[in-house]
């Protein structure tokens, strides 16, 4: 019997990690189709992001024999995971409309060392030093993808050409925003509220917030930018139940570490179709990375 329950531990973290890979890409996806649709109201985006998610979600709601049913405790959590979600979602898309994709995201990934810090008063959670360690190893790897511009301009004293700062700053605001959302997101599922619950309550909650700022900063789109941007929600969608699936198996702070892998399917998706080549010190990055994410893996399974 207790073979059987490490088994069953194992395996539900290697759900965990599958989903968040699974997850990774589709926001890989996601950010190219956003990046593709030009220029429009960082608003439009979102809101295109989001409806395609409700009408997924509420018919996959509709279909199961407990429907769209909140639990109450649940609520004060879906709010705190809509409300976060939904600024991050801003920035996010705001970035990746004035930066290179894989910079927009790799700043958004940063989320997890925000979660670690949010799950210590949200949670309860304590994480130990040898993962404190491994997501700090990350955080210095997703520098060198980077290379910010505000951390450049400060060691070289010189001003931002271009107005790189402020999307940068802004993709920074996202990462922490996503970051606070993924741990009230593990907090209302440790709740026992359903993965497609939690997804379509933030769908929902997100089209009505922005529906104000649509009304006041609408601009029409061409055939090509719904097309784009259906495939922006269509993508986005399988990247939030993936990822509501993956905290659902598991801690954040045992597998949040391959939530960077979204930067390396940015990379390649960057290069194919917008001819974004990484540097040497991006490519170090990638390396570190994944150097971090393979030992967090196996320092949390000998942990078991």
Same mark, same amino acid.
């Given at each position: =019997? %207790?073979?059987?329950?490490?088994? +069953? ?34 608003? %439009?985006?979102?809101? !295109?992001? @989001?409806?395609? #998610? ?33 600024? *991050?979602?801003?920035? +996010? ?16 990934? =940063? ?8 799950? /210590? ?9 040898? %993962?404190?360690?491994? $997501? ?7 520098? !060198?993808? $980077? ?8 060691? @070289?004293?010189?001003?931002?050409? *271009? ?28 709740? *026992?509220?359903?993965? @497609? ?21 609408? %601009?029409?789109?061409?055939? !090509? ?31 949040? /570490?391959?939530?960077?892998?979204? $930067?390396? !399917? #940015? #990379? ?16 170090? *990055? &990638? ?7 393979? &030992?967090?893996?196996?320092?949390? @399974?000998?942990?078991?």
């Amino acid at each position: =019997m %207790q073979n059987l329950n490490t088994t +069953n531990k194992i395996s539900d973290k290697t759900k965990g990690i599958i989903c968040l890979l699974l997850s990774a890409l589709s926001f890989a996806v996601m950010s190219l189709f956003v990046n593709l649709s030009g220029d429009m109201p960082v608003w %439009q985006k979102a809101f !295109f992001r @989001n409806i395609v #998610a409700v009408v997924i979600s509420l018919s996959l709601l509709f279909k199961s024999k407990e429907g769209f049913k909140i639990k109450k405790s649940s609520l004060p959590g879906l709010f705190m995971r809509a409300t976060f979600g939904t600024i *991050g979602i801003l920035a +996010n898309f705001y970035a990746i409309s004035k930066i290179n994709i894989a910079d927009a995201l790799i700043l958004n990934k =940063m989320s997890p060392f925000f979660a670690i810090i949010a799950s /210590i008063f949200v949670l309860n959670e304590r994480a130990t030093l040898k %993962q404190w360690l491994t $997501v700090f190893v990350a955080f210095i790897g997703s520098l !060198f993808v $980077v290379k910010p511009a505000f951390i450049i301009s400060i060691i @070289n004293g010189t001003e931002i050409a *271009g107005g790189g700062e402020f999307p940068a700053i802004i993709g920074l605001v996202g990462g922490v925003s996503a970051g606070i959302a993924y741990t009230f997101l593990r907090k209302v599922k440790l709740n *026992g509220e359903r993965g @497609n619950v939690v997804v379509a309550f933030f769908s929902i909650f997100s089209c009505l917030v922005l529906m104000p700022f649509i009304f006041f900063t609408y %601009q029409p789109i061409t055939k !090509f930018q719904l097309l784009m941007l259906l495939g922006a929600g269509v993508s986005a969608c399988c990247g939030q139940i993936t990822i509501t699936a993956a905290y659902g198996y598991c801690p954040a702070k045992e597998i949040s /570490i391959y939530d960077y892998s979204t $930067v390396i !399917f #940015a #990379a390649i998706l960057g290069f194919i179709f917008l001819q974004q080549i990484p540097d040497k010190w991006s490519i170090l *990055g &990638y390396i570190i990375i994944i150097l971090a994410s393979l &030992y967090s893996f196996i320092y949390n @399974n000998r942990r078991k």
